[in-house]
Nanobody
Framework: QVQLVESGGGLVQAGGSLRLSCVAS????????MGWYRQTPGKQRELVAT????????????NYADSTKGRFTISRDRAKNTVYLEMNSLKPEDTGVYYC?????????WGQGTQVTVSS
């Protein structure tokens, strides 16, 4: 089992920035991928960004949704078992509940979600 706790959501004006954090605990030794997804009312949960967790450094292969490329940056800190999402140039359409996600072979875990609201 892996437990995920997110933080950093909030209300921000368009053009502003927020940084989300997600701390993983429990059986973290076999996590392959860490990432962020978001969901808005009436829509399916969608990918925001992912980063691989293979290797002994904090460097991983990243993947972004087209809508977030160039504005969002995902990173991780292995020593802190934490994945971050730096969000810049936020737009009202970025509003939603952001969920942390980690994948192991055969398992997927989700955090409880953190609300991000971008006002115009």
């Amino acid at each position: 089992q892996v437990q995920l706790v997110e933080s950093g959501g909030g209300l921000v004006q368009a053009g502003g920035s927020l940084r989300l954090s997600c701390v993983a605990s429990g059986n973290i030794f076999s996590i392959n991928v860490m990432g962020w997804y978001r969901q808005t009312p009436g829509k399916q949960r969608e990918l925001v960004a992912t980063i691989t967790n293979i290797g002994s450094t904090n460097i991983g292969t990243t993947n972004y949704a087209d809508s977030t490329k160039g504005r969002f940056t995902i990173s991780r800190d292995r020593a802190k078992n934490t994945v971050y999402l730096e969000m810049n140039s936020l737009k009202p359409e970025d509003t939603g509940v952001y969920y942390c996600n980690v994948k192991q072979v055969g398992y997927t875990y989700w955090g409880q979600g953190t609300q991000v609201t971008v006002s115009s």
